[in-house]
């Protein structure tokens, strides 16, 4: 079973960026969707942005145009380009291995991203 380990969270001030990666620990090329999930305090996880192994992508309407998710199927890794961070941006950020039909069926363990006002 693929486990899942993100790195790269932090403070930043905003406007600041971050980039996120997530290491599987086997390949990621037959992983249909590959998510960024995120958790705020008090909040419901929500959905960032996908990508599928075709390489498509969709992003929540509060990241569009200030995230990109793109994956290395070479290096097992998926990462997450945040650009023009915003405090409302803050959260523990998860990446999860996912299927088209039938939800996701691997998390990583989080990485906690801060943007300071």
């Known amino acids: 079973q693929v486990q899942l380990v993100e790195s790269g969270g932090g403070l930043v001030q905003a406007g600041g960026s971050l980039r996120l990666s997530c290491a599987a620990s086997?390949?990621?090329?037959?992983?249909?969707?590959l998510d960024w999930y995120r958790q705020a305090p008090g909040k419901q996880r929500e959905l960032v942005t996908s990508?599928?192994?075709?390489?498509?992508?969709d992003y929540a309407d509060s990241v569009k145009g200030r995230f990109t998710i793109s994956r290395d199927n070479a290096k097992n890794t998926v990462y997450l380009q945040m650009n023009s961070l915003k405090p409302e941006d803050t959260a523990v950020y998860y990446c999860?291995?996912?299927?088209?039909?039938?939800?996701?069926?691997?998390w990583g363990q989080g990485t906690q991203v801060t943007v300071s006002s």
């Open positions: 999860a291995a996912c299927r088209r039909v039938g939800g996701c069926y691997a």
């Open positions: 086997g390949t990621i090329f037959s992983i249909s969707v």
């Open positions: 990508i599928t192994s075709g390489g498509n992508t």
